[in-house]
């Protein structure tokens, strides 16, 4: 948090200052008392200040040292304190360090994160959800009321990719630290349909223009949460029951879906990716039937369908007419498998996913 680091360095400033405004009157002190005896080594302002920074360090030449009264009774306090001030700056220093650590696992210097998937509510759902984003190459940013998912998800998925806040979910505000305005897409995940509804809406209010999908356990709200502005709605239960009703009469479209549905990491997986056309794509202005066949004969690759922006939303068209042309900003959606994969983004110049 950017508060905090400035908050913490304003107060180790002002400590600074008030221990160094204390050494030099406690050693202008020191210099009244002996430059008024001729027998002293300590004689100008400077020396007194040399002798006061040998004490403090522990080094003691002893090339300077009082020799009146005051002068010993003010190098004695100045070595006891020194001590003590020694004693209590190492401890204050452990104990920022300490919560600095502390407020970093919590979450609470933020992330400066872009493009990344930002998922509020956490458990085995969203921790599914996680693997499969953090699979495909994207980052997510997480928000949990529970400190000891922090442990769980950073053991599980290490912090290079994923960061996790723990908050209350009402406390919107902080969301600030999920850098959520630069987000790709907010997935809000919570048990109850309706408390679905409710953080959506009080998240909608100050964020109005992101990317939400939310997951529902009955699949009649999803005009309802189209209605409420969410993007993409997706009910498990449906999703679930359709993969087993498959896997019943047609098991190898099952297994094909399935397939599809996860990342490619492996030259036989299967994936379906959807990648930007920006103005280095090679298929660009061509018609969907040319990069149809070039792709698959290239690439072993098959182009399934491709989504354009129509008045603010996008629209996908499956399976288009094989004269429709690819335009710039078109996503193209398409079929690959794990080695057509990687060499995809290289000659598309981009990366996959909804930017």
């Not at 960061?163 to 048990?191: M, P, Q, R, W």
């Not at 498959?246 to 879906?257: G, K, L, Q």
């Not at 920006?278 to 061509?286: A, G, V």
């Not at 057509?340 to 930017?355: D, N, Y």
């Amino acid at each position: 948090m950017i508060n905090f680091r400035k908050k913490l360095f304003k107060n180790w400033l002002i400590w600074g200052a008030v221990i160094i405004c204390c050494f030099f009157i406690f050693q202008f002190g020191v210099y009244i008392a002996e430059s008024q005896n001729p027998d002293t080594s300590i004689k100008t302002f400077a020396d007194s200040l040399w002798y006061g920074i040998v004490t403090l360090a522990a080094v003691g030449y002893g090339d300077m040292v009082p020799v009146t009264l005051i002068g010993k009774i003010l190098g004695s306090v100045l070595v006891l304190g020194s001590i003590a001030l020694m004693g209590t700056l190492i401890s204050q220093f452990t104990n920022k360090i300490r919560q600095l650590m502390e407020n970093k696992k919590m979450g609470y210097l933020g992330t400066k994160m872009k493009d990344h998937c930002v998922i509020i509510g956490w458990d085995s759902f969203s921790m599914n959800v996680s693997k499969w984003i953090l699979e495909s190459g994207k980052k997510v940013a997480v928000v949990t009321n529970n400190k000891n998912d922090l442990d769980l998800i950073y053991n599980k998925f290490g912090d290079k990719n994923i960061f996790a806040l723990f908050s209350e979910y009402s406390n919107i505000e902080s969301y600030k630290l999920l850098n959520i305005t630069e987000s790709s897409s907010v997935f809000i995940n919570f048990h109850d349909d309706s408390e679905t509804l409710v953080r959506l809406l009080n998240i909608k209010r100050i964020y109005p223009d992101l990317n939400y999908i939310v997951s529902l356990n009955n699949p009649e709200l999803k005009d309802t949460f189209h209605a409420a502005g969410v993007t993409f709605s997706i009910s498990n239960l449906e999703v679930a029951s359709k993969l087993v009703a498959s896997y019943n009469f047609e098991p190898d479209v099952a297994y094909f879906t399935e397939d599809i549905m996860s990342s490619a990491e492996h030259e036989d997986d299967h994936d379906l990716v959807e990648y930007l056309v920006n103005p280095k794509n090679p298929y660009l202005n061509m018609n969907y039937f040319e990069a149809f066949v070039d792709l698959k004969k290239s690439m072993n690759a098959i182009l399934m369908g491709l989504s354009r922006k129509e008045k603010d939303t996008y629209h996908l068209f499956k399976n288009p007419d094989h004269n429709m042309t690819i335009n710039e900003n078109d996503y193209l959606v398409v079929l690959v498998d794990g080695k057509s994969k990687k060499t995809l983004e290289k000659k598309f110049a981009q990366v996959e996913g909804r930017i």
